[in-house]
């Protein structure tokens, strides 16, 4: 498809990054005609002047389109795919977001970005790339360039969203014991990581951590919890209005079993309740816990 080219052809002369102390004089210089040829190419591509931007990359430029394996070879060639792109794709529009430049000789520079097609109507098109220019009779010209599609990150943030108000930190303060729980984000929000200490008298007496994420085959949400003791469990959430029933099971470190149902209830922004009933031990009923109240830190607001 023609506009599988559009993304190499329109990010190659996107550079607007700051001037490193060490450039000199001459490289400064460069940097800043660069930046003017940037501007002057979005300009025109987003005027549709083919011929303008073809004037841009260097008379044997070469383009390698990642999706099929193509080469464009030459100012000609590119002037060419970029006017059946315009008749194809009209009022599309370009924008790029530069990670790094860097001289690599007084005539050569390299920049590594990302770039995005974007057309009236349609989800962007985004990749990340690396483009060479070379300097010839005072202008800096794409000579070479290579592209890939942007790596697509998955994230669970859809069914874990109604547990937003649980990040922060949380504390409860019950006579001599205190248990602190403090929950966070995982990388692309596909789990919510609580760490949570308890102390008594003021002495560490048990911590852990507990991954809460999205199951795909049972199709809900599920948390894993590992503590300092050696101790290990697992639990299913399902929301109920402003509750949270969790379904827990655990082994202990001494191997025996556990179970519980505890109920987390949102009070307010600031506020939560859990009570842990249904409580067995080695298939022994054990007595239901009182609710205890747990309040926000307000410096996790």
Same mark, same amino acid.
């Given at each position: &498809?023609? %506009?599988? =080219?559009?993304?190499?052809?329109?990010?190659?002369? +996107?550079?607007?990054?700051? %001037?490193?102390?060490?450039?000199?004089?001459?490289?400064?210089?460069?940097?800043?005609? /660069?930046?003017?040829?940037?501007?002057?190419?979005?300009? $025109? !591509?987003?005027?549709? *002047? +083919?011929?303008? /931007?073809?004037?841009?990359?260097?008379?044997? +430029?070469?383009?390698?389109?990642? &999706? %099929?394996?193509?080469?464009?070879?030459?100012?000609?060639?590119?002037?060419?795919?970029?006017?059946? /792109?315009?008749? *194809?794709?009209?009022?599309?529009?370009?924008?790029?977001?530069?990670?790094?430049?860097?001289?690599?000789?007084?005539?050569? +520079?390299?920049?590594?970005?990302?770039?995005?097609?974007?057309?009236?109507?349609?989800?962007?098109?985004?990749?990340?790339?690396?483009?060479? =220019?070379?300097?010839?009779?005072?202008?800096?010209?794409?000579?070479?360039? %290579?592209?890939?599609?942007?790596?697509?990150?998955?994230?669970? =943030?859809?069914?874990?969203?109604?547990?937003?108000?649980?990040?922060?930190?949380? #504390?409860?303060? *019950?006579?001599?014991?205190?248990?602190?729980?403090?929950?966070?984000?995982?990388?692309?929000?596909?789990?919510?990581?609580?760490?949570?200490?308890?102390?008594? *008298?003021?002495?560490?007496?048990?911590?852990?951590?507990? &991954? /809460?994420?999205?199951?795909?085959?049972?199709?809900?949400?599920?948390?894993?919890? !590992?503590?300092?003791?050696?101790?290990?469990?697992?639990?299913?959430?399902?929301?109920?209005?402003?509750?949270?029933?969790?379904?827990?099971? @655990?082994?202990?470190?001494?191997?025996?079993? $556990?179970?519980?149902?505890? #109920?987390?209830?949102?009070?307010?922004?600031?506020?939560?309740?859990?009570? @842990?009933?249904?409580?067995?031990?080695?298939?022994?009923?054990?007595?239901?816990?009182?609710?205890?109240?747990?309040?926000?830190? @307000?410096?996790?607001?």
């Amino acid at each position: &498809m023609r %506009t599988k =080219y559009l993304l190499s052809i329109v990010i190659a002369l +996107a550079m607007a990054s700051t %001037t490193p102390g060490w450039l000199c004089a001459d490289q400064v210089e460069d940097e800043a005609a /660069i930046r003017a040829s940037i501007a002057a190419y979005v300009v $025109a !591509f987003n005027q549709g *002047d +083919a011929k303008a /931007i073809a004037s841009k990359w260097s008379p044997d +430029a070469v383009y390698t389109n990642p &999706m %099929t394996g193509d080469e464009v070879t030459g100012r000609k060639a590119i002037e060419e795919q970029l006017v059946d /792109i315009f008749t *194809d794709a009209k009022g599309t529009k370009i924008a790029v977001d530069v990670n790094s430049i860097r001289f690599v000789s007084p005539s050569v +520079a390299v920049e590594e970005g990302t770039a995005r097609v974007l057309r009236p109507g349609a989800e962007p098109d985004v990749t990340v790339y690396t483009c060479v =220019y070379v300097k010839a009779d005072g202008n800096w010209l794409v000579d070479r360039m %290579t592209e890939q599609p942007e790596p697509v990150f998955r994230s669970n =943030y859809q069914h874990l969203k109604d547990l937003q108000w649980m990040i922060g930190t949380w #504390v409860d303060q *019950d006579g001599s014991a205190t248990i602190e729980t403090t929950a966070q984000w995982a990388k692309n929000q596909n789990y919510i990581t609580r760490r949570f200490s308890i102390s008594v *008298d003021g002495k560490p007496d048990l911590s852990g951590v507990q &991954m /809460i994420g999205w199951d795909p085959v049972a199709q809900n949400i599920r948390s894993w919890v !590992f503590d300092s003791d050696g101790g290990f469990g697992n639990s299913t959430w399902k929301k109920k209005d402003n509750k949270w029933v969790v379904n827990s099971s @655990a082994v202990l470190s001494d191997g025996r079993k $556990a179970s519980a149902v505890k #109920v987390l209830t949102i009070v307010d922004d600031k506020t939560i309740t859990m009570q @842990a009933t249904g409580r067995t031990l080695d298939g022994n009923i054990l007595p239901n816990l009182e609710p205890i109240k747990l309040t926000r830190n @307000a410096d996790s607001e």
